[in-house]
Antibody
Framework: EVQLVESGGGLVQPGGSLRLSCAAS????????IHWVRQAPGKGLVWVSR????????TYADSAKGRFTVSRDNAKNTLYLQMSSLRAEDTAVYYC???????????????WGQGTLVTVSS | DIVMTQSPDSLAVSLGERATINCKSS????????????LGWFQQKSGQPPKLLIY???TRESGVPDRFSGSGSGTDFTLTISSLQAEDVAVYYC?????????FGQGTKLEIK
């Protein structure tokens, strides 16, 4: 069974940093693009970032560029999102999601974790 | 960025009746080399992560009931629920994965009338 389990969320002050993790199981993690998507309380879905199967290619939304870094450890089947210079508007549930197609970026997102809540507040 | 606009924002339909949600992209998301529309539909129930229903605009994800169908091409797309069930109450999102940043519609809240 494919599973994605996020962790690392919590309360952080504006300007602070946080690292989220996404532990994957039930599939060959190193074959898939993985994405981060966030959802502010009561709001819609916003794509944040993606990373290629080997970790060599990353892409970010403008809101994340220069502040967030996505990485992965295929030996540990784990995805990370390092977030810094956090702002109140980064408050959201952060989901990791698997790209549907093996090896290629051009596909929708077929499995999602349950999400981890990040709250940026003083 | 490609802007995805859904209509309506909310919808109330009687049980057993048809529900239709529209999604319009600001740019063509039909990839000519493979003739596929890079469009997905998601269902999100309260307190849960999104669930993929439809990809390539009209291909039903495994395990999704056949009352859900997707149609459209280019810039205009539709999600149809042929006979609404109580468990279909949710927010529905379209998403383009043609180009980054991948973008979602604002969501359509579906309720029972």
């Amino acid at each position: 069974e494919v599973q994605l389990v996020e962790s690392g969320g919590g309360l952080v002050q504006p300007g602070g940093s946080l690292r989220l993790s996404c532990a994957a199981s039930g599939f060959t993690f190193s074959n898939y693009w993985i994405h981060w998507v966030r959802q502010a309380p009561g709001k819609g879905l916003v794509w944040v970032s993606r990373i290629s199967p080997d970790g060599g290619s990353t892409t970010y939304a403008d809101s994340a560029k220069g502040r967030f870094t996505v990485s992965r450890d295929n030996a540990k089947n784990t995805l990370y999102l390092q977030m810094s210079s956090l702002r109140a508007e980064d408050t959201a549930v952060y989901y990791c999601a698997r790209g549907k197609l093996v090896g290629t970026a051009g596909g929708s997102f077929d499995y999602w974790g349950q999400g981890t809540l990040v709250t940026v507040s003083s | 960025d490609i802007v995805m606009t859904q209509s309506p924002d909310s919808l109330a339909v009687s049980l057993g009746e048809r529900a239709t949600i529209n999604c319009k992209s600001s740019q063509n998301i039909l990839y000519s080399s493979n003739n596929k529309n890079f469009l997905g539909w998601f269902q999100q129930k309260s307190g849960q992560p999104p669930k993929l229903l439809i990809y390539w605009a009209s291909t039903r994800e495994s395990g999704v009931p056949d009352r859900f169908s997707g149609s459209g091409s280019g810039t205009d797309f539709t999600l149809t629920i042929s006979s609404l069930q109580a468990e279909d109450v949710a927010v529905y999102y379209c998403q383009q994965y043609y180009s980054t940043p991948y973008t979602f519609g604002q969501g359509t809240k579906l309720e029972i009338k």
